[in-house]
């Protein structure tokens, strides 16, 4: 029997994931209703089998607390973590109710922040490099009539 994934032993958070993690946090801190998904939410036992009710944060103060006491809490757990909490908010509460609509909103604006993610400082710089760079690139791109009719200046 052929074995597709080789199992890998995955080490506890770097500073650097750890810091990412709690700018999440704090950003998320900042956004409106997020005190809806700060809160411990009502369990629906049709969706979280008894057994497994510990297992699954169900609210941010709970991934809050993982995050703070697990010194081998890793950085997959915390995005799988933080998406269950968005799924479960989701999964309570009807597809017209506003706080499903908040945790769908909730869930994209983590993903976004998922993609911008650095594994290093290098790559952090790479990442502004390139915003930078696509910011001039609009930039020149929009530049005014006027200014581009004036005639250069040689000193």
Known sequence: MVTLFKMVK??????????????????????????????????????????EIALIPTDISLVVQK???????KLIEFVKDMRQVWYYAMSINTRENPYY????????????????????????????LNKARTMIKDLVQTTPESLLAQPENNM
């Open 10 to 51: 995955l080490d506890s958070m770097t500073k650097h994931e750890y810091e990412w993690c709690r700018r999440i946090i704090e950003k998320l801190k900042t956004r409106k209703c997020y005190s809806y998904f700060d809160k411990q939410l009502p369990r629906n036992s049709a969706i979280i089998k008894q057994n």
């Open 101 to 128: 609509l908040m945790a769908s909103d909730f869930s994209k604006w983590f993903e976004k922040e998922i993609n911008k993610y650095t594994q290093c400082e290098e790559e952090k710089w790479i990442y502004k």
């Open 67 to 73: 995050l703070e006491q697990n010194e081998n809490y």
